[in-house]
């Protein structure tokens, strides 16, 4: 039973364009989300993150949009560069029980 | 230099063998989480501990795998017997849990990429 859904396995973008990666969930219990980078061959790595009393948080390039009534979040890269290039997980959390979405594959090109 | 680290970061074994993977948390976290990486499913939880105290191990298979902290520095993960549909890559997460805060980050080590055959 797949709590968070991320339904894009990939996505491309032109180098200084925008990307929009997006994510569902389906618990309502849910009240931290976050966003993780991942690299081939490392772990993830944190990115940002939003709680469920906010509605955007920004950080540099990126910012975090949360729509609780419609249970979606996303994730816009701004502009898009290539070492943006990786893949994104999308995560959210009711404390500490920490739920993956299955990722997005992220390509900026040059 | 804090971080998570994992050993081994690559293991083959045959079908059958005992696996065992091992988690050192950063210094100071509470919280320990292992993960498992597969295409279909992303990254699937499957426990974690407070406290070296399980919390929640309901997305192992409980007939094969187990998972302890036998102390605040270690954290193991184990398979056996072994199956070729449990290769994957296997991350361990740790992070410090502070009720007086809402933040809940959690940092991941490399990885171990168990491959069954």
Redesign the interface.
């Known amino acids: 039973d ?1 709590q968070v859904k ?1 339904n894009s396995p990939s996505l491309s973008v032109q180098e200084g364009r925008i990307s929009i990666l997006n994510c569902d969930y389906t618990n309502s219990m849910f ?2 989300f ?1 966003w ?1 980078k991942k690299y081939p ?6 990115l940002i ?1 939003i ?1 469920s009393i906010k509605d955007k948080n920004e950080d540099g390039r990126f910012t975090v949009f949360l729509n609780k009534s419609a249970k979606h979040l996303s994730l816009h890269i701004v502009p898009s560069q290539p070492g943006d290039s990786a893949v994104y ?1 999308c ?1 959210a ?1 009711e ?9 997005t594959r992220l390509t900026v090109k040059p | 230099d804090a971080r ?1 680290t994992q050993t081994p970061r690559h293991k083959v074994t045959e079908m059958g063998q005992e696996v065992t993977m091992r988690c050192q948390p950063i210094l100071g976290h509470n ?1 320990v ?1 292992w ?1 498992r990486q597969t295409m ?6 499957l426990a ?1 501990f ?1 406290n070296r105290a399980p ?2 191990d309901s997305g192992m298979p409980k007939d094969r795998f187990s998972a302890e902290m036998p102390d605040a520095t270690l954290a193991t993960l184990k398979i056996q017997p072994s199956e070729p549909r449990d290769s994957a890559v296997y ?1 361990c ?1 740790s ?1 410090l ?1 502070n009720p007086l805060q ?10 171990t990429r168990l491959t069954v055959v």
């Open positions: 797949q991320q009240d931290y976050l993780y061959a490392e772990g993830p790595t944190f993150s709680s997980f995560a959390s404390w500490w029980d920490m739920r993956f979405g299955a990722g | 998570v919280t989480f993960y279909m499913q992303g990254l699937e939880l974690y407070r919390l929640d991350f997460a992070g849990a809402g933040a809940n980050i959690a940092f991941f080590g490399q990885g």
